[in-house]
């Protein structure tokens, strides 16, 4: 396809669009405005540069797979971004893990972090006008290897991970303040037992006072603000989550946080899509971690699933994009790192424009009246609409391969860079 087919096919895609009164310009004009975060975690297994062989430990998480590449240094990781980013289309942000700290050659305990020790990866943002979001790191460390941190029943050990919250939120507002946008600062605890608690009270009281710590020092939503991620279960924490839905839910609200729905992290026939406008009718903003859940795993590459697409619909039906952070949570070792990102974003990017490009108030108008059938129909016509060829010209516009062309892209960095790591 050169640039002329995917302009000509455009045009048709257009007046397709226009007869059901959608306006194509106007969805891509709103498509353009949506960043999306990078989880940067995807391009190293979650192993973050604290030790020079730093890899996940515990948490509840899992990175499997051993494909070749993986970023072994904050430089790596930010060349390999640097690829993905170019076969995405738009302007996207950065979503950085505590554990991804550069401290030189000395060993900086993760109470002690401070923004200096983010500098490479803030100037980094800066220069390709970026925002970054923000995560402590309460997994792969001695003190987390008992399965408990802020809800830990041992003061010292819960004292370290509250001065963990502390300094990650001061770093989150010192980013957000240098790049000029709110940096989202989530805090996900892997905290739980893999088997029957004789105490699910106790631990939970200990995490909301712990948090209450965290976040006690007020900082201005300019710079910093605060999301608490729930999640049903883990692998080791089958039983007992503490940070459950229903108790971050009550946190989010009694102390204005952001709530952060991921997506896999519910009972697997339980989906996000249908808690959004529950949970935005009682907290002003969320934070999605957008991830597939496969059984037992919450986190594989995101495809454009119908959840996805559901997810995605919500946003633009409820008009919800402006009080919603969306952020990428998936992590897969099995394939080519560079391609897990660029898939699963420009599948995040897809869905929201195929929601965009939904005759949303002809769909709500028949409902209304009652009209189920033609619901039904509708939304099922709609699936065969020309969207490939408004996704293909949003690419070509924003300068990015189109689908069947990116994945050259990669093979040619895999060949040239990536198969060069040992
Ligand atoms: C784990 C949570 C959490 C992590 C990242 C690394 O189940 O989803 O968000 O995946 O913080
Ligand atoms: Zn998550």
Redesign the pocket.
């Known amino acids: 396809m050169n640039r002329e087919n995917i302009e000509q096919s455009y045009q048709l895609a257009k007046e397709r669009y226009a007869a059901l009164g959608v306006d194509t310009e106007a969805a891509v004009a709103a498509l353009k405005k949506v960043p999306i975060s990078l989880h940067c ?1 995807q391009g190293d297994d ?1 192993g973050g540069f604290e030790t020079p062989d730093a890899e996940l430990s515990g948490g ?2 899992q990175a499997t797979g051993n494909y070749p590449g993986k970023a072994r240094t904050a430089d790596e990781l930010r060349s390999d971004l640097d690829k993905a980013l170019s076969l995405i289309p738009g302007d996207h942000r950065l979503n950085l ?1 505590a554990i991804y700290a550069e401290t030189g050659d000395k060993r900086v305990e993760r109470d002690a972090l401070e923004p200096e020790h983010y500098s490479s990866w803030i100037d980094w943002a800066k220069s390709n006008g970026m925002g970054m979001d923000f ?1 402590p790191s309460y997994f792969s460390h001695p003190k987390a290897d008992d399965g408990f941190t802020l809800s830990s029943a041992d003061d010292g050990i819960r004292k370290f991970w509250i001065d963990h919250g502390k300094a990650c939120r001061k770093i989150g507002a010192f980013m957000g303040e240098v790049l000029g946008s709110p940096c989202v600062t989530n805090v ?1 605890i892997p905290d739980g037992y893999k088997d029957i608690p004789a105490d699910r009270k106790a631990p939970r009281e200990r995490l909301k006072a712990a948090l209450d710590e965290v976040f006690a020092e007020p900082l201005d939503p300019k710079h910093n603000l605060d999301a608490v ?1 729930c ?1 049903l279960f ?1 692998i080791g924490s089958e039983s007992y989550v503490v940070g459950s839905h229903e108790f971050y839910m009550g946190y989010a609200i009694a102390n204005n946080k952001l709530l952060c729905l ?1 997506s896999g ?1 519910f009972h697997p026939t339980e989906v996000i899509s249908d808690k959004i406008s529950s949970v935005l009718t009682y907290v002003d903003e969320i934070l999605l ?1 957008v991830s597939r859940g496969v059984r037992w795993d ?2 594989h590459v995101v495809t454009l699933s119908d959840e996805l697409q559901a997810i995605a619909q919500e946003l633009v039906r409820g008009d919800y994009l402006g009080r919603t952070h969306i952020g990428l ?1 998936f992590f897969d070792a099995s394939i080519n790192r560079v391609a897990a990102w660029t898939i699963g974003t420009r599948n995040m990017i897809k869905a929201l424009l195929l929601a965009m490009l939904e005759p949303t108030a002809q769909l709500q108008k028949v409902e209304l009246e009652g009209d189920v059938t033609s619901r039904l129909a509708m939304m099922e016509d709609i699936k065969s609409m020309p969207f490939g060829a408004v996704w293909d010209h949003y690419c070509e516009s924003k300068g990015v391969p189109v689908d069947g062309k990116w994945l050259l892209e990669v093979k040619k960095y895999e060949e040239g860079v990536l198969s060069k790591r040992g």
């Open positions: 975690w979650v509840g998480i893990h995560n996900w991620e999640k883990g991921d992290h971690h919450s986190d949570d």
